[in-house]
């Protein structure tokens, strides 16, 4: 099991290396803002809590569990690659207003649900109604009504597909959604004749899918947050990079 985590200890080595001791320096190159800055290192630093999820579950041979949070892992990639593709104040802005309105819309169905009103003041929906407000405005209804359902106002096949990342998105995001969806019921059981056996302890055979894939994944993210900000460290081809 060790060989397996190293990847991911080389990966989270490399990821402190760039964040250094001293703080970031980013040269913002044409098409970066502040926003995008602030947005991306938010990102980075999501990504590097479910990198450690990850390696700590598969640790513990819950692999299945390593699958669902490497999906996740996929998600955050895919972003980052997205908003660093091109038009970044743009697609930064348009990540912000998702957030908004998918915050809102959770906001709105707990108002409607009688146990969860509490969690639904009348101030934080008018917060959040002025929040989508401002980073929505200049938006058409259409369009609004897009980054409602997804960050890139499509679906989130064709924002890997547009990134890159599809093949990745056929191999990583489906192996994820089954445990994530409860459509895995075979690794949990099994049958010996009449007799139905639980699996309830850990297992680790499919540890070896579920690091290799975060680990590219998590690397895709370093290499393009590195490059479009030209941050200057040095990522080579991390020996956990799978082709896929």
Known sequence: IEKLLAPADEMLALALQIVGGEGITVTKPRGIDDTVVRVVFSLFSKA??????????????????????????????????WILQKSSRERARRYLAHTALRKELALKEWAKTPELKRMATKRDRDMAAQWVARNTAGYSPDEVKALRRHWSGHSFESACKGVGLH????????????????????????????????????????????LPLACHAFWLLLERINSRLRLGHEIGRASCRERV
């Open 48 to 81: 590097c809590k479910t990198l450690r999820c990850i390696r700590r579950l598969a640790a513990a041979g819950f692999a299945d569990d390593a699958l669902v949070l490497q999906r996740s892992l996929l998600e955050t990639t895919a972003l980052v690659r």
């Open 167 to 210: 093949r990745l998105y056929q191999i990583a995001y489906r192996l994820g959604s089954e445990p994530a969806h409860a459509t895995d019921v075979t690794a949990h059981v099994f049958f010996e004749g009449d007799d139905t056996v639980l699996k309830l302890a850990p297992e680790f055979d499919t540890v070896k899918m579920a």
